[in-house]
């Protein structure tokens, strides 16, 4: 991964909107991290197994409308909600993914994810990183919310780290001036967990893991065996 948040490639947005972007967005990073999480707990169930899964529209990484119903007929469809970008558990989770991809696409998955950021900055932040898939971009976080994503906790997202709310310090000394202009910056919601669906060519929730912390990647047989289960699903 590049140390640098620079992006060359072709067809690329300026270069001074997508660093309009990244400053709006470590502002909103700074105004949650001091805030504190508030979506902690569900008012109502959220969707589970056997559930239509959400159909909200978000942009493609060209500005382009796309309802997620319009990519189950090509599942089974493991659909990735992503941390912020320069969360370093999310790199974490790439690194995993990325060797277990192949396993994954032959049991039939396509894989798409949902990022935080607007479809400029996901666009550079794909063509970085070289992921190999469709990552749609929800700044408002409607589909996290409508699959039942909730903020983290501090003991959740940076465990024994002394958080305390208006601590503008701490945020400037370790996170916001060492990371700021690389890969690690900080950016959109500190506090939004993941999560990762299995979702059927019918659009049926087969799997819904939502992360109860940072680092709490699913196992790769545990994605096998609901890949399985909805390839044995008629459409």
């Known amino acids: 991964m590049a140390d640098q948040l620079t992006d060359s490639g072709s067809g690329s ?9 990244q400053d709006a967005a470590e502002q909103e990073w700074v105004a949650g991290w001091l805030a504190g999480p508030k979506r902690t707990r569900w008012e109502s169930l959220p969707v589970q197994v056997g559930d239509p899964a959400p159909d909200p529209t978000l942009s493609d990484s060209t500005g382009t409308p796309r309802r997620l119903s319009e990519f189950w007929p090509a599942g089974p469809t493991l659909l990735l909600f992503l941390r912020h970008y320069g969360c370093s558990c999310l790199a974490e989770r790439w690194d995993a993914l990325r060797a277990e991809l192949p396993d994954l696409v032959s049991a039939g998955a396509q894989v798409l994810a949902i990022g935080q950021g607007e479809p400029e900055r996901t666009a550079a932040m794909v063509r970085r990183r070289g992921y190999p ?3 749609l971009s929800d700044p408002e976080r409607r589909a996290y919310e409508a699959f039942g994503l909730l903020q983290g906790t501090p003991a959740q997202l940076v465990h024994d ?7 503008m310090d701490s945020a400037e000394r370790i996170f916001l001036r060492p ?16 999560g990762e669906f299995v979702i059927d060519r019918a659009g049926t929730i087969v799997l819904a893991h939502r992360y109860q912390y940072c680092e ?9 065996g609901a890949l399985a289960a909805a390839q044995r699903r008629k459409a």
Do not use: C, H, Y
Request: net charge negative; no cysteine.
């Open 13 to 21: 947005a300026p270069a001074d909107m997508i660093g309009r972007q």
């Open 133 to 135: 898939f469709a990552v």
């Open 161 to 167: 780290f002394p958080w305390q709310p208006g601590d």
């Open 179 to 194: 990371r700021r202009g690389t890969e690690r910056a900080v950016v959109d919601d500190p506090w939004q967990l993941p």
């Open 216 to 224: 709490d990647f699913p196992p790769k047989t545990v994605l096998l």
